[in-house]
Each structure stands twice: as C-alpha cells, then as structure tokens.
C-alpha cells in the first residue's frame, strides 16, 4: 500500500537502517497495522536478527535518544525515547522471523515489513485480516499465555474503526477472561477498570452481532426451503446444493 511507502519514507527508518549495518531489520506490530489503515504512526516496533543492544546503541547516538530497557531477559526490548515518540528494538538472537510472528496476539500485528527494501512478511494471514477489518487470534492459546490479552482484544475492537473480532477469538478470550483477578495490578494498569467495563460491552456487542447472522442465515435457508418446494426443478447456487445432492434434509441449525 502506499500508506507504507509512506512509512518506509520516515526520516527515522534511514537512520535505522544505517544503525543496523545489514542485519534483516524489520517494522512490526501497530505501526505497520496502523499504516496500512492509513492511520497515523508515531511509535515504532522493530525486530532485529541479531546484535539488537548495538544496533541500538548506534541508533541512539545518531540520533540522540535515550535508552531504556524494556522487559525480561528472554523477550526483553530496548527503547529509544525521543521527545513523545519512541523507537522499541526486539532481537531475535538468530531466531527465525516467523516464530517471532506466530507468537504475537493478534494476526494483524503479526505482519512485518522489511527495512528499507519494504519486502512483507505475513505467515498468519495478518494481510487479508486487515482489509476484511477482522481481529484474530494467531493461535488457541494466545490468551491463555497472557490474559491481559483479553484487554488488549477490547482495546482493539473498540479502537480500530469497523473492526470486529471472529467468533473463535472471543471464545478463546472469554474462557480466559476469569484468570483476569489473578494478574498483577501493575500489569492491569491504571485504565484496567475502564478496559474491562469495556470488554464486557465488546463481549455482548459480538454477541449480538452473531446473533444476528444466525438469524439472517435461518431466515435465508427457510427461503431457499420454501423456493425449492414451489418449484422442484429450481436449483440453488449456494451450500443447499451439497445437501441436495447428498439426498440428507437440510437442519437450520447445522447452518
């Protein structure tokens, strides 16, 4: 999209790759996301493949932020603190690309765009995810793994203009949701309260909407029923046509 060429073209993405000296660097998460909906970007979330502490320590004195470590040992960040914007460097240790995006929440945050060349990683389906404006899950246990995901699914839903989450991710996030009470405080944060009020408006919001999908759905079948019936000859384009041919009656309810 060209809102990427946009994003490839900031200032800050020379600098990075300058910093990087040749190692694969990527852009991740909501600033590649945001980008594509033609939304503003301010931060930055950057996956390196190696030497991720040098490439930032560079990228610092290039450009004069401050450095702030982020995280733990294993999956832990650097951060590049200039003024109100901020540049958060992850390094994959020779890892593969891939894994590191099949880990992410969301497949639309799991989409990577190669600096500076702008060659796009997407093994979720993160792409189509994005156009159809659909909030899923990379995996089962996303929220298990982490339950202030759960958070973070309301956050999106209500943020992202027309999005709307799939129904196997609101399943996934309401078994999760209880092991909520059990999270730090600190992880909660201060907007906790707000969020979760706002989930459980989410959470009947998709209710809502399935509900009335199912509806349409058995209001359509019985149509199609009903045609079939007046004229036995008429053959109809759309799923009936297996359970025809199959010789099963069709059940409403299975649709």
């Known amino acids: 999209p060209a809102a990427w060429r946009e994003l490839l073209a900031d200032a800050r993405i020379a600098e990075l790759a300058a910093a990087a000296r040749g190692v694969p660097t990527h852009l991740v998460g909501g600033a590649v996301r945001d980008a594509g909906l033609g939304r503003p970007v301010s931060d930055l979330d950057v996956v390196v493949a190696d030497d991720g502490p040098t490439i930032a320590r560079r990228l610092a004195d290039r450009t004069g932020s401050r ?88 956050r999106l839903a209500t943020s992202l203009p027309g999005f709307t989450a799939d129904s196997a991710t609101v399943e996934w996030a309401r078994a999760v949701t209880p092991r909520l009470g059990e999270m730090p405080h600190e992880r909660l ?52 046509r297996h359970h025809q041919q199959s010789g099963r009656p069709v059940n409403v309810a299975e649709v």
Request: some cysteine; charged content about 30%; hydrophobic content about 35%.
């Open 67 to 154: 450095l702030v470590a982020l995280g733990g040992d294993r999956f832990g960040a650097i951060r590049l603190v200039s003024g109100t914007r901020h540049i958060d460097i992850w390094d994959l240790r020779g890892g593969a690309l891939s894994t590191d995006l099949w880990r992410r929440d969301f497949t639309v945050n799991a989409v990577a765009l190669q600096v500076p060349e702008g060659v796009v990683t997407d093994p979720t389906g993160g792409l189509e995810d994005l156009s159809r404006r659909r909030l899923r899950a990379t995996r089962a246990g996303v929220f298990a793994e982490d339950p202030v995901r759960v958070l973070r699914l309301a």
């Open 189 to 240: 944060r201060v907007g906790a309260t707000g969020q979760t009020l706002g989930y459980r408006a989410f959470l009947q919001h998709e209710e809502r909407g399935q509900a009335r999908q199912c509806e349409k759905r058995g209001r359509d079948q019985h149509r199609r029923r009903h045609v079939a019936e007046d004229d036995p000859g008429h053959e109809d384009g759309g799923d009936d």
